[in-house]
Each structure stands twice: as structure tokens, then as C-alpha cells.
């Protein structure tokens, strides 16, 4: 994580204005850095994805695949900023492939949806929730509710994505194919396959900041 100017400061004022050890310092900036790369992705993501046409495509991408992140885990990059790159790549294309998708006749797209919800619950029961070193999960307790979450909501993205299917809505196409993009996208990232994939951008990241140096 970066230090800025501005957490530095930020963390100093609240550690002064609370009488904290210097120790504490370093975590509340870490805290705001951290809060602040996300709000930032948020925006950042969502003002690419209005650009492209596709801003509540991108929401719904964004909205099901944090379910999935807080729920069951999975990959990501170690980098905040690298995974800031990444999010402002990866919502607003699911975003564009869902309306692209969700055009084709509906047969395929009905079995589109019923592969991606098959493999969705089996990578979840099989695999969540998958930790990170960073993060580790240390408690059976903790680890068993969050599979129970994880399940309880791939079957709530589950009735969303039939639903959606009967739905009238104008939006109602598109909305579905971001939730099984989006859910596909979830799965792949709790495989082995989604971990080397960030690993590797992380190593890319690393190596150009080696040969910076």
C-alpha cells in the first residue's frame, strides 16, 4: 500500500486528536488508504461503465460479485492499485459481454444460465470459502457460516437469475446474463486456475518494479 501524503497526514490529526501510540498511526492510515482506493475503484469503475453504455450492467456485476467476494473469498491481487486496474477492466466488460449475450436466442441463453448456476454451486460447495494468506480464516466456527453464506447466496443470484427470466422489465436480459457472468467470474477466482492468474499479474507488477529499481 502507498504512503500518501494525504493518509499520513489524515492519520497523524486522528492519532493526535485521540492521544494514540505511533503504532496505531500506521493503522489508521492503512485504513484510510485502503477506504479510499475503494471508494475510488467504486467510482472509477462505474464512471467507465457510464461511459461504455453500460453503467447499471456494471453496478450489477460489481453488486454480485461482492456478494460473492465477502461471502465465499477467493483470488485477487495483493495490490490495491493493481486491483483497482483490474476492476475498472474487468466490471465494465462484463458489463458489455452481458448485453452482447444477452441479444442471442433465448435457448442459449437459458442453458448459458443453467450451466454457469451448476457450476457456481458446485465450485462453492466444494471450494468456499478460500482464504488468502493475507487473510487467513483461523476459526472452523467462522469458516463453516461463511460456506452457509455462500450457498444462501448463490441461491438467492439463483432465483434473482429465473426471475429475471419471467421478468417484463426492458433491462431484465442484460441484468441476468451480468449476474452469470458475474457469477462465472466468482467461480473461476475460488479455482487454482483463478489464482495463478492473479499471481502472475502480481508477479508482472513486481518484476517491473524490480527492473525500476
Not at 495490490?79 to 483490474?86: D, E, F, H, N
Request: charged residues 15%; hydrophobic residues 50%; proline residues 4%.
Amino acid at each position: 500500500m502507498s504512503n500518501t501524503n494525504f493518509s499520513r497526514k489524515m492519520a497523524a490529526y486522528l492519532a493526535a486528536q485521540h492521544e494514540l501510540p505511533a503504532e496505531k498511526q500506521d493503522i489508521i492510515r492503512f485504513a484510510i488508504e485502503t477506504l479510499t482506493v475503494n471508494i475510488g475503484n467504486l467510482i472509477l469503475t462505474l464512471v467507465i461503465g457510464g461511459l461504455l453504455g453500460v453503467f447499471k450492467e456494471t453496478l450489477a456485476c460489481i453488486i454480485t460479485v461482492g456478494a460473492f467476494r465477502h461471502t465465499a473469498g477467493g483470488a485477487h491481487s495483493k495490490s490495491p492499485w493493481r486491483c483497482l486496474v483490474g476492476t475498472m477492466v474487468v466490471f465494465p466488460s462484463l458489463g458489455l459481454l452481458a448485453r452482447k449475450i444477452s441479444i442471442i436466442q433465448p435457448g442459449y441463453a437459458e442453458l448459458l444460465a443453467m450451466v454457469v448456476i451448476i457450476i457456481g454451486f458446485i465450485s462453492i460447495i466444494l471450494l468456499a470459502p478460500v482464504d488468502t494468506p493475507a487473510a487467513p480464516i483461523l476459526s472452523p466456527f467462522r469458516r463453516e457460516r461463511l460456506k452457509v453464506f455462500a450457498i444462501s447466496t448463490m441461491v438467492l443470484v439463483t432465483v434473482l437469475i429465473i426471475s429475471l427470466n419471467k421478468s417484463t422489465w426492458n433491462s431484465a436480459s442484460e441484468i441476468q446474463m451480468c449476474l452469470v457472468l458475474s457469477t462465472l467470474w466468482a467461480s473461476f477466482n475460488l479455482t487454482k486456475p483463478g489464482h495463478s492468474l492473479w499471481e502472475s499479474i502480481d508477479a508482472l507488477g513486481f518484476s517491473r518494479k524490480k527492473e525500476v529499481k
